[in-house]
């Protein structure tokens, strides 16, 4: 069975403090992960994704993320928090073959001024 | 470029009335179509997805259906909404197989009363 697990559903950061958000997933085979965004009352917005190849991903606004099949990890980093980073952050890993996601709970990013 | 949406934004429906959500997406053919809910603190939960015309898979027991009339096309349906049915409903897109991302809608706010 496939499972995400995000450590902390609410992360307080600094402005320009270093984003860290972690992300670790079960599966028995090879995973493809994503990391979203959500804004209030917004859909879902991709940040990155990591499929085959490089296992640094970098993304939208400033954001990567790196695939450690050691630690099944796949935390999200952004060196510098900025205000508009504060939002909903989910973390997703898809396996079978219809694209169907497992997502995490979500962690909350507040950011201070 | 494709496109989702979906209607209305919100909607506010008394306990045991009828449910249409609808979604659309443009600019693609033969997608797989999703419907989550996603309650306060409870992450996302998929109900429904499809991957083609008629064709519906259910994720969880409930008193919502759902229908695929059109290749690109996805309603969201209940006889009687109960209050347990309140929550952020977003519709998702994705093209193939699991290493495509899921593109989502801006979602619609149900509140039962």
């Known amino acids: 069975a496939q499972s995400v697990t995000q450590l902390g559903s609410h992360v307080s950061v600094s402005e320009g403090a270093l984003v860290l958000l972690r992300c670790n997933y079960s599966s028995s085979v090879p995973p493809y992960l994503f990391w979203y965004v959500q804004y209030p009352n917004q859909g879902l917005q991709l940040l990155l994704k990591?499929?085959?190849?490089?296992?640094l991903v970098k993304g939208i606004n400033g954001f990567e993320a790196e695939f450690k099949k050691s630690e099944t990890s796949f935390h999200l980093t952004k060196p510098s928090a900025h205000m508009s980073d504060a939002a909903e952050y989910f973390c997703?890993?898809?396996?079978?073959?219809?694209?169907?996601?497992?997502f995490g709970r979500g962690t909350q990013l507040t950011v201070w001024p | 470029s494709q496109t989702i949406h979906q209607w209305p934004a919100t909607l506010v429906q008394p306990v045991g009335s009828p449910l249409s959500l609808e979604c659309t997406v443009e600019g693609t053919s033969n997608p797989n179509l999703y419907w989550y809910r996603q309650a306060a603190g409870r992450g996302l939960q998929l109900l429904f997805y499809s991957v083609g015309i008629g064709q519906i898979s259910s994720e969880v027991p409930q008193n919502l259906s759902a229908s695929r009339p059109q290749d690109r096309q996805f309603i969201l349906s209940s006889k009687k909404l109960l209050l347990s049915d309140s929550g952020f409903y977003l519709c998702?897109?994705?093209?193939?197989?699991?290493?495509?991302?899921?593109?989502f809608g801006d979602g619609t706010r149900l509140s039962i009363l």
């Open positions: 990591y499929t085959t190849g490089a296992t």
């Open positions: 997703a890993v898809s396996i079978a073959t219809l694209g169907r996601l497992y």
């Open positions: 998702a897109w994705n093209q193939g197989t699991s290493n495509q991302p899921q593109h």
